[in-house]
């Protein structure tokens, strides 16, 4: 039996006072892969803004445990540090700030929080070469700033290929596959597979069952109006892209 | 000789019949027209220190600050100081020739008050140069193509002392900066009014950083005037750092004067400082023009900075740039006026115009004020003003991969301003502004880094 990695317990989150998530049970143990399937509007970003702890939501019930420890007490650089990793939906431009300083602060944040010491510039340059070529990304980075003119495709790759250079214990991908060609799913996909471990585990939120063809779940959620009212096999997703969403909706 | 003004915003006119015979005499009547013409608009009411209801300054009111005495240098203190000794510059590995005002007067510590650089520009002593061999193109230039009518300036030519004279004759290309130091230092409350002249003939180039510094924590004021006089073809690129203490106030007037094909740069950096007001003025009078001004400030705690711009087209054909950022902390005020004026015959031209502001508390004030005042048809002219607080989104993206909020926001804002630095071509200059910029916004520089002075 493998180790509890996240548990979460009847969670109750809202923002601007509208209840969105209505007691969420979740536990992901280390080395699974979970899909958190579900409509528009169910929750799905929400949760995962709830984990990372994103400024605007409030919890009001229950908790959140990341190996044993309170998340939710937790500012969001330390749940970083812990080793949580998000996979934005809309990954951020920061004009004016170089991906090579952004990364340099990333990585000597997470150096220093195992007590390394910080990496030599050559040392960090080879690093960073090693896992662009792991995620097959091929944008020149040097000079760029944070997804600054990158393409929708490019942003997601720089997501995995940040998570590639974090090394996270848990990663959650939100909607990673959105607006995405064949082509970088295929890319994208490869990289997160790439990175599976018997130690790593993944949360992959997304609306379709398509991204799973290529990252295989474990289990799969179905989330509807704040709660997961469905947990099976990778067979549900299947069976949700058959059947669609109106057959959950019937049901509950 | 030291004298005393008292409750100068009253005084300063009985203070200016006291001392006129001596300062005259000490400045050669250079400036003895504009002085007496100074003089009597502010006696007739003509002229008034700037407060608060008049339009350009109804964000600074400078008056309010003008209550006090100062003490005024008639002439220039015997003091044998070295600028090394006195003023550790904060811009290392920077090559650059050197020159000091002290208090408003040259300060020639290696005993001379004219030099060349190799390069071929002559530099040094703006009252010495007239006495010495450059009276005809002083004549040609001093106090033109600026508006006298502007209080600050005529509040400064009334007490006119020394200032900086740089001429870059025809065709000279120098790749070597010119460092000009403004320095206050004084034990005594002074206020300070010096004149400076930068004329680049045709063809030439050259590159230009003002620093503008204080040594003891006095308060003071720093009423200063810089023309430069760009002429044909010529390429000039000026960088002033403003970094005086909390307790002063600074007040400037920049009037750039611009003839065909010339571009002139400048860059406005404002680190520290208790009021400062800007006045840059560009008078673009040619064809195929370029002028970028940008403008950098930080403040915080009660501080003040007012930038008050002007871009005036007065020719076809030409294009001007313009980037103004602020970042307001605690308590503190910024401004921003930026008139963008095309005449009727200024067709083509191409202006640009942007201002940026973050405010980092609720206490934090920003006023910004674009004007764009345009008589010719066949234009192309933008304009852009923000007032915000931090990216919120940016600042969770950069805390989601484990970067402390504080580093994070430090990187935001350092990226915010770099913006302005970008540009700056002396490498040296640029990287000691990106330097200083970062530890301003760290909390690391009171003032200045060598400085004994705590803020």
């Given at each position: 039996m493998s180790n509890k990695m996240l548990e979460i317990k009847n969670l109750h989150a809202e923002i601007n006072g509208k209840e969105i998530l209505k007691g969420i049970d979740l536990t992901v143990n280390e080395g699974e892969v979970h899909a958190i399937m579900g409509p528009n509007g169910s929750g799905k970003s929400t949760l995962a803004a709830v984990i990372t702890g994103k400024p605007g939501y409030e919890v009001t019930k229950g908790e959140i445990l990341f190996y044993g420890k309170n998340l939710l007490e937790m500012p969001p650089e330390e749940r970083a540090l812990a080793g949580i990793f998000l996979s934005f939906q809309y990954p951020v431009e920061i004009p004016g700030v170089t991906m090579m300083n952004f990364l340099k602060a990333a990585v000597n944040a997470k150096r220093k929080y195992e007590g390394k010491e910080e990496m030599s510039a050559a040392e960090f340059l080879r690093f960073i070469r090693e896992k662009q070529k792991l995620v097959e990304m091929d944008t020149n980075l040097t000079?760029?700033?944070?997804?600054?003119?990158?393409?929708?495709?490019?942003?997601?790759?720089?997501?995995?290929?940040?998570?590639?250079?974090?090394?996270?214990?848990?990663?959650?991908?939100?909607?990673?596959?959105?607006?995405?060609?064949?082509?970088?799913?295929?890319?994208?996909?490869?990289?997160?597979?790439?990175?599976?471990?018997?130690?790593?585990?993944?949360?992959?939120?997304?609306?379709?069952?398509?991204?799973?063809?290529?990252?295989?779940?474990?289990?799969?959620?179905?989330?509807?109006?704040?709660?997961?009212?469905?947990?099976?096999?990778?067979?549900?997703?299947?069976?949700?892209?058959?059947?669609?969403?109106?057959?959950?909706?019937?049901?509950? | 000789m030291k004298k005393k003004v008292e409750k100068f915003e009253k005084g300063f006119l009985t203070f200016f019949n006291d001392i006129k015979n001596e300062l005259q005499q000490t400045t050669h009547h250079l400036y003895d027209d504009v002085a007496n013409e100074a003089a009597s608009a502010f006696e007739t009411g003509k002229l008034q220190l700037p407060h608060k209801k008049m339009e350009d300054y109804k964000y600074s009111d400078l008056k309010k600050h003008l209550k006090s005495d100062f003490v005024f240098y008639t002439a220039p203190e015997k003091a044998k100081v070295y600028p090394k000794d006195l003023f550790v510059c904060d811009v290392p590995d920077l090559d650059a020739e050197t020159v000091m005002l002290i208090n408003g007067w040259f300060h020639d510590y290696d005993g001379k008050k004219l030099k060349t650089t190799d390069e071929g520009i002559v530099y040094g002593s703006l009252l010495y140069a007239y006495e010495n061999g450059y009276k005809e193109i002083i004549d040609a230039y001093l106090n033109k193509h600026l508006n006298t009518g502007s209080p600050l300036v005529a509040l400064n030519n009334m007490f006119a002392q020394d200032g900086f004279f740089v001429y870059v004759p025809d065709n000279v290309v120098a790749q070597t900066p010119i460092q000009l130091i403004n320095l206050v230092s004084a034990l005594e409350e002074v206020f300070v009014s010096p004149h400076s002249l930068i004329v680049a003939g045709k063809n030439s180039q050259a590159k230009f950083l003002l620093c503008e510094h204080s040594?003891?924590?006095?308060?003071?004021?720093?009423?200063?005037?810089?023309?430069?006089?760009?002429?044909?073809?010529?390429?000039?690129?000026?960088?002033?750092?403003?970094?005086?203490?909390?307790?002063?106030?600074?007040?400037?007037?920049?009037?750039?004067?611009?003839?065909?094909?010339?571009?002139?740069?400048?860059?406005?950096?404002?680190?520290?400082?208790?009021?400062?007001?800007?006045?840059?003025?560009?008078?673009?009078?040619?064809?195929?023009?370029?002028?970028?001004?940008?403008?950098?400030?930080?403040?915080?705690?009660?501080?003040?900075?007012?930038?008050?711009?002007?871009?005036?087209?007065?020719?076809?054909?030409?294009?001007?740039?313009?980037?103004?950022?602020?970042?307001?902390?605690?308590?503190?005020?910024?401004?921003?006026?930026?008139?963008?004026?095309?005449?009727?015959?200024?067709?083509?031209?191409?202006?640009?115009?942007?201002?940026?502001?973050?405010?980092?508390?609720?206490?934090?004030?920003?006023?910004?004020?674009?004007?764009?005042?345009?008589?010719?048809?066949?234009?192309?002219?933008?304009?852009?003003?923000?007032?915000?607080?931090?990216?919120?989104?940016?600042?969770?993206?950069?805390?989601?991969?484990?970067?402390?909020?504080?580093?994070?926001?430090?990187?935001?804002?350092?990226?915010?301003?770099?913006?302005?630095?970008?540009?700056?071509?002396?490498?040296?200059?640029?990287?000691?502004?990106?330097?200083?910029?970062?530890?301003?916004?760290?909390?690391?520089?009171?003032?200045?880094?060598?400085?004994?002075?705590?803020?």
């Open positions: 000079n760029r700033a944070v997804n600054e003119g990158f393409s929708g495709g490019e942003k997601k790759k720089n997501e995995i290929f940040q998570m590639a250079v974090l090394e996270p214990k848990l990663a959650i991908l939100d909607e990673t596959d959105s607006g995405l060609d064949i082509d970088a799913l295929r890319v994208v996909a490869n990289g997160v597979n790439k990175l599976r471990s018997p130690e790593r585990s993944f949360i992959v939120i997304t609306h379709y069952q398509r991204l799973l063809d290529y990252i295989v779940p474990d289990i799969v959620h179905i989330l509807y109006k704040g709660k997961i009212v469905k947990t099976a096999g990778k067979e549900l997703a299947l069976e949700l892209e058959e059947k669609g969403y109106g057959w959950i909706k019937e049901q509950f | 040594i003891f924590p006095k308060y003071f004021l720093n009423n200063s005037v810089m023309q430069i006089i760009a002429l044909e073809n010529s390429h000039i690129e000026y960088v002033r750092l403003q970094n005086a203490h909390n307790e002063s106030y600074q007040f400037t007037s920049t009037y750039i004067h611009q003839t065909d094909n010339s571009s002139v740069k400048t860059n406005t950096i404002t680190l520290h400082g208790g009021v400062v007001r800007n006045n840059i003025v560009a008078s673009i009078d040619g064809k195929g023009c370029y002028n970028e001004m940008y403008g950098l400030f930080l403040v915080d705690k009660g501080q003040h900075v007012d930038n008050w711009t002007l871009i005036d087209h007065k020719q076809a054909e030409s294009s001007s740039k313009e980037l103004f950022k602020g970042i307001i902390d605690d308590y503190a005020t910024g401004a921003f006026a930026g008139k963008i004026l095309v005449r009727k015959d200024s067709q083509h031209t191409d202006a640009e115009q942007t201002n940026k502001n973050i405010l980092l508390t609720s206490d934090a004030k920003m006023y910004t004020k674009p004007q764009l005042e345009i008589y010719a048809d066949d234009v192309v002219c933008s304009h852009g003003a923000t007032v915000g607080q931090m990216n919120e989104d940016e600042l969770f993206y950069m805390r989601q991969r484990g970067i402390s909020q504080k580093t994070a926001r430090l990187m935001l804002l350092n990226a915010f301003a770099y913006d302005v630095i970008k540009d700056i071509s002396v490498e040296p200059v640029k990287n000691a502004v990106i330097n200083l910029v970062e530890k301003r916004l760290s909390g690391d520089l009171t003032r200045c880094d060598k400085c004994e002075i705590k803020c």
